[in-house]
């Protein structure tokens, strides 16, 4: 299908969708508005290179442990096999579509040009079943990103893959850099994310009473903690009856680099018996928090620093209020024999001094300058179990209208949740500022609890069509979703 130029964005960002257009204006700045080239142009740097990875994605099998499952990925690898870029320099992804339907690529996180942002029919074509496209573009900032398709469910199968950007001033203080990626996982064991799904909606006509629908509880997500309980809960793609070892020199710091690439988990990392520095949050560098475990929501990025006393100390992540968790075992180099504690201990930690927002303070180089916003709107995240729908002020995507925005602009939104269950909300192409304080941390994803309202800033310096969505890949199918829209 051909690409709607500005004026006219035509989308179906759920691909089960009925294929409407939301209501964007012929003002609207789209994905070939010679403002996004322009933008790009900004972003270049001197002396920088290309770094240009070529990547298939297709039906595999894979192992997890004891098991082989059917799934989809990233170059038969799960997670997809990292991918590493510096700062300021290209990025370019040749990637083969082998799956039997269409997909995209988003990059998650990343401040970077419009029609290269991965959102089906809004900022490009579908990539059909058998078909490639090369994405190509400026890598803005340094951190902990990842990438994902933007398609149905296809985000809940195997296709996900770390994304880290180096800074081009060189690494800092650390002697070991281990992503720890995390996922919940069904696909292959007896469902698929389809499935799933189609019984999610199938329980509207049931009468499931008051109370929890699930009942998976968490008090630190405010009531239900999701709406799927996942037979395997994945890190590094290695279920936790065979945990990953992380080798750390004696005496060694290690930067461990948390992503949820989850689907519908919140997961609570600890390391036993250590605390863990929190120097970094979904990318962006933070006052060094020092914390005995972290709540991770879908789609959000911690980096933590970790000098772990001799020995072998699990490393747990506990989905948040559901049955199981992910492991991995950090490892001193003096440890000779001896063993971990096995899988399936409860670190004392996951209890301990747990990371809140009010403890993340934007370092210097993060901050935002003091601004009185220019447009400040609200969006209440609305929906429910039965019938299952979720959305934004109760209009499912695409019909909630844009959110209206010009460049130059800084942009503060509300978010009222007025439903019953947690929300990791996330905003594509910028990074925005969590609360009004100056010194408030730089995200692009942020988790809302029931009752809660949260508010974020951000200047709109990246023109083009953004998608604002909850990251639980179920909510986002069901409907919530919104735009930010650069009109002129
Ligand atoms: Cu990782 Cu539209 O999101
Ligand atoms: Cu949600």
Same mark, same amino acid.
């Given at each position: ?11 179906? $960002? ?118 490639? =496209? ?20 296809? /985000? ?21 850099? %281990? ?13 698929? &994310? ?39 809960? /994945? ?8 945990? &990953? ?28 018996? %250590? ?21 991770? $929501? ?19 992540? /506990? ?30 930690? /996951? ?49 909630? &209208? ?12 509300? =978010? ?41 800033? =951000? ?30």
């Amino acid at each position: 299908m051909a690409l709607a130029g500005a004026g006219a964005v035509a989308l179906t $960002g759920c691909s089960s969708g009925s294929g409407s257009t939301p209501a964007s204006t012929s003002r609207a700045v789209g994905p070939e508005d010679p403002a996004v080239a322009r933008a790009e142009k900004r972003r270049a740097v001197k002396g920088s290179t290309v770094t240009r990875y070529a990547l298939t994605a297709a039906a595999a099998t894979v192992e997890l442990g004891s098991r082989e499952v059917a799934t989809w990925a990233y170059g038969a690898a799960i997670p997809g096999k990292e991918m590493r870029v510096t700062a300021g320099d290209t990025l370019e992804v040749a990637l083969s579509n082998d799956l039997p339907e269409a997909t995209s690529i988003h990059w998650h996180g990343l401040a970077i040009r419009n029609d290269m942002d991965g959102v089906p029919d809004l900022t490009q074509p579908q990539i059909g079943a058998g078909k490639s =496209f090369t994405y190509r573009f400026t890598v803005p900032d340094p951190g902990t990103y990842w990438f994902h398709p933007h398609m149905g469910l296809q /985000l809940d199968r195997g296709l996900y893959c770390p994304l880290i950007v180096e800074e081009r001033s060189g690494a800092g203080a650390y002697d070991v850099d %281990q992503v720890l990626i995390l996922d919940d996982w069904l696909d292959g064991t007896g469902t698929t &994310p389809d499935e799933t799904l189609a019984s999610l909606k199938a329980m509207e006509g049931m009468d499931m009473g008051s109370g929890s629908m699930s009942g998976m509880q968490s008090d630190l997500l405010g009531g239900d903690a999701g709406d799927v309980s996942y037979p395997l809960h /994945l890190l590094n793609g290695r279920p936790s009856e065979d945990r &990953p070892t992380i080798a750390v020199p004696a005496g060694g710091r290690a930067r461990l680099r948390l992503i949820n690439a989850g689907s519908d988990t919140a997961y609570r990392v600890a390391v036993t018996g %250590q605390k863990m520095t929190v120097t970094h949050a979904d990318g962006f560098e933070v006052e060094p928090a020092e914390v005995d475990t972290v709540l991770i $929501g879908m789609g959000e990025r911690y980096d933590v620093i970790v000098e772990p006393s001799s020995g072998s100390w699990p490393i747990v992540a /506990l989905a948040e209020g559901k049955p199981g968790a992910a492991e991995a075992v950090l490892v001193t180099s003096d440890v000779r024999g001896g063993s971990a504690p096995a899988p399936g201990s409860r670190p004392p930690a /996951l209890d301990g001094r747990l990371l809140a927002y009010s403890d993340l303070v934007a370092a210097e180089s993060s901050r935002l300058d003091r601004r009185a916003p220019n447009v400040d709107e609200q969006l209440v995240l609305t929906g429910s179990m039965t019938p299952y729908a979720w959305s934004f002020d109760s209009k499912p995507y695409p019909e909630r &209208p844009p959110v209206e925005i010009s460049e130059g602009q800084r942009v503060r939104l509300r =978010f009222e949740n007025r439903s019953d269950m947690w929300h990791p909300i996330h905003v594509h192409g910028h990074t925005f500022r969590l609360g009004r304080a100056d010194t408030g941390p730089r995200k692009d994803t942020v988790n809302v609890l029931p009752g809660e309202t949260v508010e974020v800033d =951000f200047d709109a310096v990246n023109p083009g069509q953004w998608m604002i969505h909850c990251h639980n890949t179920y909510h986002l199918e069901g409907g919530m979703a919104a735009l930010v829209s650069y009109v002129r």
